[in-house]
C-alpha cells in the first residue's frame, strides 16, 4: 500500500493505492497519523480510487482516524470509492457518522 | 462426492493473509465466479485468515489450513487453527464485537463473512482452536 499526499491550509488529501489488510495495517495508520499529527489540519480526504482490497482490518485503520479528527472536531471525507469497498463502509453505517462523509475531489485537489 | 479439492497449510503470518486470499481466489476462478463473488470469497478468507493470525494464535506462531471442495456450482472453503479458540461463538459474530478494541479492530469480520458467504459455520471451543467454514454458491440458487 501506498500514500500520495498534499497540503492546502487545513486539509489533507491522502491518496492511497494498492491493498489496505491487517498486514498493512500499522504502516498505514502511521503513515496516516503523521499527515494529520499537526492540530491544525482538520479535514483528511482519502481518495480511495485506486484501493485495490480492502477488508475489515483496512475499515479499522479508517475509522480509527476518523476517531482522531472527530475528537479535535475534524472531518474525514471519502472519495472516489469503488463499489466493493463501499458496500465495507455502508456495512458498517460509516457514512452516516457525525463528522465523515462521501465527498468530491475538486479542480484544485492535486498531489 | 465432491469435483475438487485443495488444501494449503502455511504459517499464521501477517504477509500470508493475502496469500491465502489469492489462493482461494484463483481456486475459485475453475467455476467462472463474477467478480463480485470474487471480491466476496478474497474478503470472506481474507477476514477468517486474519481472525486465526490475531485471536487464534494472538500473532503467535503457529499453522493455518485453508481447504476448499467444489462441489458442482459450488465452492465450501474452511480455514482452521489450532490456536486459543472462541469462548463465545455467538457474541464474536456480533457485528461491533471485538476483544481488541485497541488494536483499532473493527469489530465486523464475523459479519463481513456472514454477508459475503452463502453459509458460515464456526466450530471453536477455549483452547480447542477454531474453524470457520464458509460456502458460497456461484451458479445455481444463491442467496437473495
Given at each position: 500500500m501506498r500514500i500520495q499526499a498534499s497540503r492546502k491550509g487545513r486539509r489533507v488529501l491522502a491518496r492511497l493505492s494498492g491493498e489496505l489488510d491487517h498486514h498493512g495495517a500499522a504502516e498505514i495508520r502511521a503513515k496516516l497519523n503523521a499527515l494529520i499529527a499537526d492540530h491544525t489540519v482538520s479535514e483528511l480526504v482519502l481518495?480511495?480510487?485506486?484501493?485495490?482490497f480492502m477488508d475489515s482490518a483496512g475499515l479499522g485503520v479508517i475509522l480509527g482516524r476518523y476517531r482522531d479528527l472527530s475528537r479535535r472536531g475534524g472531518r474525514l471525507i471519502l472519495t472516489c470509492v469503488p463499489g466493493d469497498i463501499d458496500r465495507l463502509f455502508e456495512m458498517y453505517g460509516m457514512y452516516s457518522l457525525a463528522g465523515c462523509g462521501r465527498g468530491m475531489l475538486d479542480a484544485t485537489d492535486t498531489i | 462426492m465432491y469435483d475438487n479439492r485443495m488444501r494449503l497449510q502455511f504459517m499464521s503470518l501477517s504477509q500470508n493473509e493475502s496469500f491465502a486470499r489469492a489462493a482461494a481466489g484463483a481456486f475459485l476462478t475453475q467455476l467462472n465466479p463474477t467478480l463480485d463473488q470474487l471480491t466476496d470469497v478474497r474478503t470472506a478468507i481474507s477476514e477468517a485468515v486474519t481472525n486465526a493470525v490475531i485471536h487464534g494464535y494472538q500473532n503467535g506462531p503457529g499453522l493455518i489450513t485453508l481447504c476448499a471442495t467444489i462441489e458442482g456450482g459450488r465452492c465450501t472453503f474452511a480455514v482452521r487453527d489450532s490456536g486459543v479458540g472462541i469462548e463465545d461463538v455467538s457474541r464474536a459474530r456480533q457485528p461491533f464485537f471485538t476483544t481488541r478494541p485497541e488494536l483499532e479492530r473493527s469489530g465486523m469480520g464475523f459479519t463481513v463473512m456472514e454477508t459475503f458467504m452463502d453459509e458460515v459455520v464456526v466450530r471453536s471451543s477455549a483452547g480447542g482452536g477454531t474453524t470457520v467454514i464458509m460456502k458460497k454458491i456461484i451458479k445455481g440458487e444463491a442467496k437473495k
Open positions: 481518495d480511495m480510487g485506486n484501493v485495490t | -
